[in-house]
């Protein structure tokens, strides 16, 4: 039995490239329609919200709220770009599309495309999250040189998030089940995770809750460094990320053997 | 290289209580066609998908071009070519974009795919249609891309799961004349199919499968000789019980499938004698084929 997961996993270092170029390939030819459809949502957030509640609330730690929004929005629409890429993307590539087939009757593995699969999603990811904060130093609300800090955290995020993403794929039967991943974990965390507000505005207990969640960790990583402030545990964030972005992968090849290679 | 290009040693597979394939043991010689033959759900494609690493069998022994397979398919799969019962192309892709990605699967660089393009499109016949996108393609020519692309990385075995299975007779022609091409150049083929006439046509030795079960394996021709071995009067129209009672000292052996008797007869005449002069039948006579084996063995008709 663990010899059929052993041969499963990614072959090497390289043979998700192939898969990644794939999607690149797809992608290009539908480039800027997919591109504002990513942009859309978080850039009506960000000036929704940030113009229209920001009259309100005034400065947050010394920041203006839209300013304070602005980080918030890049781990957000990082998290949106890879879990719908890989819930909706990838779940046709699986199932309708059949490219998984294809390629599984090639030199590649079920590890091999899953790999490719989720550094595609976090491509998507560091496009959208980039995007956002592009748009924010260009309205004066971050420093331009805290988009290149900000990239690897980006990144990170989408792999994390794409990564979740795809054990929900290996479970879900169909499209129809993604609802509840989406309305029941991707949406609370936005609020619970200090995106739009400061976690500290929340009784001790949810506070505990958001520590644990990974979008927490990617708003504690973007945000200090867009407003250039000195940002704390970068080692815990870095490290929680990680966990949440390689054991779900691992899970997910498992999951997918057994239900695509039975 | 050896010789034997696939090994499956008392290979069984259920899924709860459906077993799917029961102790099956064959070899596959290298340069030789070797058809799976059955009607649905016999367990076709399941053993195509287990030569191919993607099923494990429960028990049993499996190797595939010197590899034991599951464990290393991935290095088996690297010298296979697979054409797969349903097309998956690349549908927004154009033709030579589908060879691309599809030679990357195997780490070739864009620079050899292009050096193996134009020689792949001659083969397939589709010289002309390099930038087409694949969605504007016929269903034959689809297939015929599915082929060309199954030997991008050059392949010794090739798979091909129903190859012709949803294609017009003209389409099948062509696809049947291009696999005996690959025969001729040295290729190993296994070949799972439901046509009668593709496996008598292509196959060098074929295994006739029953739920999961082999009840015959061997040449064709061998096959209809040993099972049948005389000629076929197929007999529409009239009672059956009293007509093979009317013919049965002329037969062989006689099978009655729907409404359609098969009386198979050393003497042929003998028969056709009796039957003289009876209204509404419907007669034909022909030699013994690979649906008569069928028949034969399983005491039913190959669904089509």
Known sequence: MREGYAAVMPANAYNWVAVWRRNFLAWRKVALASVLGNLADPMTNLFGLGFGLGVIVGLIDGTSYIAFLAGGMVATSAMTAATFETMYAAFARMRAQRTWEAILCTQLTLGDVVLGELAWAATKAVLAGTAIAVIAASLGYAAWASIVYSIPAIAITGFVFASLAMVVVSLAPSYDYFVFYQTLVVTPMVFLCGAVFPVSQMPSAFQRVAGLLPLAHSVDLIRPVMLGLPAGGIGLHIGALCMYAVLPFFLSIALLRRRLMR | ?304
């Open chain 2, 1 to 304: 290289m050896s010789t034997v290009a696939i090994d499956l040693t008392c290979v069984r597979k259920s899924y709860g209580d459906k077993i799917v394939v029961d102790g099956l043991s064959f070899a596959v010689a290298s340069g030789e066609c070797f058809g799976l033959l059955g009607p649905n759900g016999a367990g076709k494609s399941t053993i195509a998908r287990m030569v191919l690493g993607m099923v494990a069998p429960d028990t049993g022994k499996m190797t595939v071009l010197g590899e034991p397979v599951p464990a290393r398919a991935r290095l088996a799969r690297a010298r296979i070519g697979v054409v797969p019962q349903f097309d998956n192309l690349e549908l927004e892709f154009t033709v030579r974009e589908n060879l691309l990605v599809f030679g990357r699967y195997f780490n070739m660089t864009a620079r050899e795919v292009e050096a193996v393009v134009p020689a792949l499109l001659e083969f397939a016949r589709l010289e002309g249609k390099a930038d087409a996108r694949v969605a504007e393609l016929s269903g034959g020519m689809k297939r015929r891309l599915t082929l060309a692309r199954a030997l991008i990385n050059d392949p010794h075995l090739l798979v091909m799961d129903e190859p012709t299975t949803g294609l017009d007779p003209h389409a099948r022609h062509l696809i049947w004349e291009r696999l005996r091409l690959l025969l001729a150049r040295g290729k190993t083929i296994l070949l799972t199919t439901h046509f009668m006439e593709e496996a008598e046509r292509l196959c060098d030795r074929l295994c006739v499968l029953e739920a999961g079960r082999k009840i015959a394996e061997g040449e064709p021709r061998a096959l209809i000789d040993e099972q049948i071995g005389c000629q076929v009067i197929e007999i529409y129209g009239g009672n059956p019980n009293e007509l093979s009672s009317l013919i049965r000292p002329y037969a062989r052996h006689i099978e009655v499938s729907g409404e359609t008797l098969f009386c198979y007869a050393p003497d042929p005449e003998q028969v056709l004698v009796q039957l003289r002069g009876r209204a509404g039948l419907r007669l034909l006579q022909r030699p013994a084929n690979l649906e008569d084996v069928f028949l034969r063995l399983t005491g039913r008709e190959m669904e089509r």
